[in-house]
């Protein structure tokens, strides 16, 4: 199986900061990779989908990147709703979710 | 405007069963595969169930292999997932998902709560 990790953790930033989450898969893969946002009680939010486009409605201030086992999603100036619990979702046969990065207020 | 709405969740024993539904509204559900997926209290989330858009072929985690069913009912608009023999760790929020691709979930209900405990 293909193992999906995210980095880091928590994340401790200030609103105006630019913010690069990371998330990287076992094997080389697909472009089939995901963002989500959530927040406490609530459901995920699709952000990005085929690792680089934007869901509609999502702000243009987050953008997506990467290919083969690296990905990541920016947030180039981080706004008071960010402060959330990000997750990558990759498919390849199965649907697996990293285990989550936190952006919480520094 | 895309509403997935489910209910079912509640307090079960060891080894009981739960049926959740969801019921879907602002799309053509038969053109959309449908997925259940769960989020333990204070954990990630994990995808649990799937059912294609024309209910042909399902998906399960090997964690819910053999005791969870998917399945979906075209006339009212509804997806399942019967839960049987239930353990302490289903414990969860379920979250009904509409997916695309069918590679990640466009759209998410409110979610569930399943509380397996003695």
């Known amino acids: 199986d293909i193992q999906v990790t995210q980095s880091p953790s928590t994340l401790s930033a200030s609103v105006g900061d630019r913010v690069i989450l990371t998330c990287r898969t076992s094997q080389s893969t697909n472009t089939w990779l995901a963002w989500y946002q959530q927040k406490p009680g609530k459901p995920p939010k699709l952000l990005i989908y085929?690792?680089?486009r934007l869901h509609s409605g999502v702000p243009s201030r987050f953008s997506g990147s990467g290919s083969e086992t690296e990905f990541t999603l920016t947030i180039s100036s981080l706004q008071p709703d960010d402060f959330a619990t990000y997750y990558c979702q990759h498919y390849n046969g199965y649907w697996t979710f990293g285990q989550g990065t936190k952006v919480e207020i520094k | 405007e895309v509403q997935l709405l489910e209910s079912g969740g509640g307090l079960v024993q060891p080894g009981g069963s739960l049926r959740l539904s969801c019921e879907v509204s602002?799309?053509?559900?038969?053109?959309?595969?449908m997925f259940w997926v769960r989020q333990a209290p204070g954990k990630g989330l994990e995808w649990v169930s799937g059912?294609?858009?024309?209910?042909?072929?399902?998906y399960y985690a090997d964690s819910v292999k053999g005791r969870f069913t998917i399945s979906r009912d075209y006339s009212k608009n509804t997806l399942y997932l019967q839960m049987n023999s239930l353990r302490v760790e289903d414990t969860a929020v379920y979250y009904c998902a509409k997916a695309a691709g069918p590679f990640y979930f466009d759209y998410w209900g409110q979610g569930t709560l399943v509380t397996v405990s003695s």
């Open positions: 059912v294609s858009g024309s209910g042909d072929s399902t």
């Open positions: 602002g799309f053509t559900s038969d053109t959309s595969a």
């Open positions: 085929m690792a680089s």
